[in-house]
């Protein structure tokens, strides 16, 4: 398959077991993010998103965090499956007084089920 | 829905060449968004298009361009290609209305240049 990272960190978890994947964002004026799953040879795949205005929602075996106070979010993912591995991106939008600008992606992370 | 499709899916040029690139969003998504993904910078935003306006943009040299249709299909042209604009090149469509953020991406083209 295609490699969408030649050196992303990566995560290596045991099947049924949760994941946890993190991400830092740069700005705090950002009021939007939102975490995709990429799939080799694949697009970007939405998971969740979330506002600013909240700290936490969750979706089907998901769960994004949001911490502001360290410009930090997270995707928690519940009894990983096989089926979950992939490259994970968060990405931030940031807000200008109002203007919404376009979405900034981080590097990703690999996530690898072993059976 | 079908979802965001984009042609053709991979493509192989030679510096110097131009290439165009197509991408027909979700039907009744107006607003277009183009990415290149590079192991090397990750997914970097190219340019938005809504009602075939350009509404925002990357920070690409000019050599990347794009349009939008009145069906809110897009292309975007490479011209002048260079080694280093070999990529996984994005389309991602989003609904129209507040609180429609959420961005649909296509397959991707594979450009690879020689």
């Known amino acids: 398959g295609e490699s969408v990272g030649l050196h992303l960190p990566t995560l290596s978890v045991q099947e049924g077991d949760n994941s946890i994947i993190n991400c830092a964002y740069s700005n705090s004026a950002s009021d939007y993010f939102i975490w995709y799953k990429q799939e080799s040879g694949k697009g970007p795949q939405f998971i969740i998103d979330i506002r600013s205005n909240m700290d936490k929602r969750q979706g089907q075996r998901v769960t994004v965090l949001l911490n502001k106070t360290v410009k930090h979010l997270s995707l928690q993912i519940a009894a990983t499956q096989p089926g979950d591995s992939a490259v994970y991106f968060c990405?931030?939008?940031?807000?200008?007084?109002?203007?919404?600008?376009?979405?900034?992606f981080g590097k990703g992370t690999k996530l690898s089920v072993k059976p | 829905k079908a979802g965001v499709t984009q042609t053709p899916r991979y493509l192989i040029k030679t510096r110097g060449q131009q290439v165009t690139l197509s991408c027909s969003p979700i039907?009744?998504?107006?607003?277009v968004s183009w990415y290149q993904q590079t192991p090397g910078q990750g997914l970097q935003f190219l340019f938005e298009y809504f009602s075939e306006t350009q509404r925002n943009k990357g920070n690409f040299p000019g050599r990347f361009s794009g349009r939008q249709f009145s069906n809110s299909r897009s292309e975007m042209n490479v011209s002048t290609l260079e080694l280093g604009d070999s990529a996984l090149y994005l389309c991602a469509s989003k609904p129209t209305g507040r609180f429609q953020e959420t961005q649909y991406f296509g397959p991707g083209t594979r450009l690879l240049v020689l």
């Open positions: 039907s009744g998504h107006r607003s």
């Open positions: 990405a931030e939008r940031e807000n200008y007084g109002g203007s919404q600008g376009n979405l900034i």
